[in-house]
């Protein structure tokens, strides 16, 4: 069957430092805001990907805090 141009899944992955008076969980919202203020998906989606998943990551040392949309 041929590839009608339909994909199922992309993502978008935007990554954020945290420095340490920051609050890690509001990085995450950040890098997700940014995401949708910047139209990161919309390439993935004129390109067929019908489900692109939103990562906000945030980084402090060796701690991670993800958030998805």
Request: glycine residues 8%.
């Amino acid at each position: 069957m041929k590839d009608k141009g339909i994909r199922k899944r992309g993502m978008v992955f935007e990554i954020k430092i945290v420095g340490d008076k920051d609050d890690p969980e509001e990085k995450c919202r950040e890098a997700l805001e940014q995401i949708e203020t910047k139209k990161y998906a919309y390439d993935l989606e004129a390109e067929g990907y019908r489900n692109v998943l939103q990562y906000g990551i945030a980084f402090r040392g060796k701690e991670c805090m993800v958030m998805v949309r």
